[in-house]
């Protein structure tokens, strides 16, 4: 094995902060392009439900008044 140890695979003799920081912001972006979509999808199926209960509330309402 290259690495003797696990502190030396962090270390990566003196890059390894290079290295692991050139990691996080690759994998930053890529967390968020599936994080942030699956946000957006999350908040628009809400905001759908919450329309189809006004419109729901909105017709009984209306279907109610007509009858008097």
């Known amino acids: 094995m290259y690495f003797e140890s696990l502190a030396a695979v962090w270390h990566m003799d003196g890059h390894g902060f290079y290295v692991w920081l050139a990691y996080a912001l690759t994998a930053l972006p ?15 199926w809400r905001w759908l439900q919450a329309e189809q209960r006004r419109s ?3 017709t009984q309402s209306t ?6």
């Open 30 to 44: 890529l967390v968020l392009m599936v994080w942030l979509p699956l946000k957006r999808i999350r908040q628009h």
């Open 63 to 68: 279907a109610m008044g007509s009858d008097v």
């Open 56 to 58: 729901a509330a909105a």
